[in-house]
């Protein structure tokens, strides 16, 4: 007869939920807003009014300011915060695509190595163009 000597179980606490808080706006100097305000909503908006001012000013100058101070920063603030690229934002997804492309394709455990040989079949390489149904 063999004894069991497995240890009970132990629970590890995790505080990643900690960091995933997310901080609610709901009234400035005492007032009351209309609606909760999202500090990432409002980070996202800023930096698209900053962006699209300084387009406004220098490349945009043809388009009315309403739209250049006003309406394509509320646009992008909402097409960043709620769209979805692959479970991602819009400018995560971005940021990784952009990685991508500037990463070496030629890996091997995760370094980056150089092909010293160039390989070539012996015999002709036979392969299906179209899938066959039965």
Known sequence: MSENHNSPRVMVSNYTKIWNLDFVIYALEGKKLPVPANLRVI???VVCWVTFWFLGT???FF???VY????LPLGATWLIAKQKLDGKP????LFGMVRFWIS???LY?????EHTKHYVYGSKV?????RERA
């Not at 250049?68 to 309406?71: A, P, Q, S």
């Not at 819009?90 to 997804?93: E, I, L, M, N, V």
Request: no cysteine.
């Open 43 to 45: 980070l996202i908006f």
């Open 58 to 60: 220098t490349v945009l």
């Open 63 to 65: 388009v009315p300011k």
């Open 68 to 71: 250049t101070n006003l309406l």
């Open 90 to 93: 819009p400018h995560k997804w």
């Open 104 to 106: 070496p394709k030629h």
């Open 109 to 113: 455990r995760y370094k980056k190595f």
């Open 126 to 130: 036979i392969f299906r163009t179209r």
